[in-house]
């Protein structure tokens, strides 16, 4: 099964994203339901592997973190491929993705090695817009990356499948490991 881990975002963060996405000028807008913050990506994993990343995700001990949304940007290899809303690396962040990594690793899943930067996928292109979807999308952009901020307070990590077909990908969460409240 293809996996990820990922923070789930609370529906008042979803209720701005989701009306910023629905003024994005090209792209395919990415649902509601699939905005998510990526910690890591699994691939393709086995029943055997999910159990044993299961157990050590629930051993994982990290305060609840505030996670703070700052403008948004393309990803580009060499032509735009995502917007996303940018996410600050806090250090409280990356050191929850860092525990997250080991966990996986240490279940016997191999991860690819990849800069984390996190974001929240916004919209896709399967081509890079050109000519006046271009103009268009270098305007929202411009009106709206520094506009973007957006904050809030994560508490729980989750196992996330993802089944690919026609359409959006389906994304069912296997199972949901608290962060600690800190008081």
Known sequence: MRCFIA????????DQ???LAARIPAGRISPRENMHLTLVFLDEIDH????ELHLALSEIHHPALDIDIKGLDLFSSPTPDLLFAAIDPSPALVHLQEKVSTAARNSGISLKRRRFR???TLARFNRAPTGPAAE???????????????????ERVS???????RGPSRYTELAAYDLISVI
């Open 7 to 14: 923070i789930t975002l609370p529906e008042a963060a979803l």
């Open 17 to 19: 994203l989701e009306a």
């Open 48 to 51: 055997d592997q999910a159990e």
């Open 118 to 120: 996190p974001h929240v």
């Open 136 to 154: 268009r999308l270098a305007e929202f952009l411009g009106v709206y990356s520094l506009e973007m901020t957006l904050s809030f307070h994560a």
């Open 159 to 165: 196992l996330i499948q993802s089944e690919l077909g």
